[in-house]
């Protein structure tokens, strides 16, 4: 099984071997700014072709996508063993205060 990367090969980005080459020091963005390549999809040295480093891609991106679209607003972190998840019944899903109060 081998990506294949179809139109967006046209697109003027640095590919190598079949791969987008991304800025993996900083947030992934391609050789064009504002255009970002996460997963499978990406090359940089070192890069581990597993589920997890896609995760990890993922949440440095969306930092970066965030402050690109609202410049002027500040990016909080949530976690989300403190504010609660919100379950498949529609109830959110806290963890209890004893413990919020320890992480904080």
Known sequence: MSPKL???GNWGLEIEK??????NALDYQ????????????????GKLKLILCGFHE????????YKRIFPDKK????????G??????GTKK????????AIQ
């Open 30 to 45: 391609t050789n064009i700014p504002g255009v970002y390549a996460i997963g499978d999809v990406n090359t940089y040295p």
């Open 6 to 8: 179809g139109p967006i």
């Open 75 to 82: 990016y909080v972190m949530k976690y989300t063993t403190v």
């Open 18 to 23: 079949n791969a987008i080459k991304v800025n």
């Open 58 to 65: 993922a949440t440095l991106m969306c930092q970066s996508a």
């Open 94 to 101: 806290e963890a209890p205060k004893a413990v919020v109060k």
């Open 84 to 89: 609660g998840v919100e379950g498949f019944d």
